[in-house]
């Protein structure tokens, strides 16, 4: 096995090279720069599971602190604005925060699980401060000091309703209202569309630019394959590259499985990737595609979205949506709710008008398959 593997097959890691996503790199950079003013400044990421929306947020951070920002990463679940009213107090290291010496809070029996709690977010759970004000405070501050505040909220889509609201309102106000320098980046799935961006409490993350994270382009998946073999000393034939970008098909989860399963079923040193190594990767990516994010995803499929899965799977190949009609004995316009649904989950894609085809190769014969688990 070749030492020193650069790819990182896990949710949340950021991947050896970021490939594809310059374009929205540099429209939320140059916002940072630019100021309140800027489109960006309020921005939402949006993409099906395993797009790269953590880490791209990981770099927008990253950039951010290089420029002397303060940055507030959080994730939407829970008591959203008790944390960020901690986070921001903790920044300010105003008299509240300063006498709050982080605190443990809980640890597991087997160790892990250990979680740090402000002392300062017991005050703020108490109601007696609100965000607003403490982000004004730190806002104005940064703002004298030619900086400013960039806070990230990943998984909205998993966000209590109410707490949301409130950081949309304050967020408006200081953003829009006040001018200061506190930006925002959050992400979510793309079922935040039909929830949280319906409600019209929340009409503010409504306004904020919307960034698709799409699949990558072919040349964006060549470079995310490519570059961190080369920058590790590797090399990978050029019909074992064509064959790599092929099977992962832009899925960015699925780039990072089959290049880190194709690194580790090289023997060479330095490390030559050739055909026989990535069919071995790709079949094992495959199979924990399959575990990770397909039998996921088949788990919280409704009946009807299954049986339109199955009715796709008849086919070798795409599936025009007028024969999934007849196969199902369903109208055009029945067929197009779960086409959509199917879609935004990242199930399936559109391959053209009238056409549809899985996200993913290896769903077909997963489908297929009589020994699928569930
Ligand atoms: N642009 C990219 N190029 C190459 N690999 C990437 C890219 N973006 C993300 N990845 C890799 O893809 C995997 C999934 O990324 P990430 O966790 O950011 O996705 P996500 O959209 O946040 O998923 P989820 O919806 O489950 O939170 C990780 O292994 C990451 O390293
Ligand atoms: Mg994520």
Not at 231 to 242: S, V, W
Request: net charge negative; aromatic share 6%.
């Amino acid at each position: 096995m070749a030492n020193g593997n650069p790819f990182k097959p896990s949710f949340g890691a950021s991947p050896p090279v970021l490939a594809g996503r310059s374009e929205i790199l540099d429209a939320l950079e140059e916002a940072l720069d630019s100021g309140t003013g800027h489109p960006d400044f309020t921005s939402l990421l949006i993409g099906v599971r395993g797009s790269g929306k953590t880490a791209t947020l990981n770099a927008v951070q990253e950039h951010a602190q290089n420029k002397g920002w303060l940055v507030i990463a959080e994730t939407a679940h829970g008591n959203l604005c008790d944390r960020l009213i901690a986070g921001t107090m903790e920044l300010s290291g105003d008299a509240h925060a300063s006498s709050g010496r982080p605190r443990l809070t809980g640890v597991s029996a087997l160790g892990v699980g250990v979680e740090f709690e402000r002392a300062s977010s017991a005050v703020a759970t108490a109601g007696e401060i609100r965000l607003r004000p403490v982000l004004t405070t730190l806002g104005s501050r940064l703002a004298s000091e030619r900086r400013g505040l960039l806070i990230t909220i990943d998984e909205l889509q998993g966000g209590e309703p109410p707490q949301l609201r409130e950081f949309a309102t304050t967020l408006q106000h200081v953003t829009r209202r006040e001018e200061l320098p506190i930006a925002f980046v959050g992400a979510g799935l793309p079922s935040i569309e039909d929830t949280m961006l319906q409600d019209s409490a929340i009409t503010f993350l409504q306004r904020c630019s919307h960034h698709e994270i799409t699949d990558l382009s072919n040349a964006a998946t060549v470079t995310a394959f490519a570059e961190p073999i080369a920058a590790n000393g590797g090399h990978i034939n050029e019909d074992a590259l064509q064959r790599v970008v092929k099977a992962s098909n832009g899925y960015p989860f699925m780039v990072q499985l089959i290049g880190f399963h194709s690194w580790r079923a090289t023997a060479s040193d330095p490390p030559h990737l050739q055909i026989e190594e990535v069919s071995s990767g790709i079949a094992e990516a495959e199979r924990r595609l399959q575990q990770l994010v397909l039998a996921p995803m088949w788990r919280a499929m409704s009946e009807m979205d299954r049986q339109f899965a199955l009715a796709m799977a008849i086919d070798e190949g795409e599936t025009l949506t007028a024969d999934l009609s007849k196969r199902l004995g369903r109208s055009s316009s029945y067929v197009s709710i779960y086409r959509s649904r199917l879609m935004r989950s990242g199930f399936i894609h559109s391959t053209g008008h009238g056409r549809v085809d899985f996200a993913h190769q290896t769903t077909r014969s997963w489908l297929r398959s009589p020994n699928r688990t569930p």
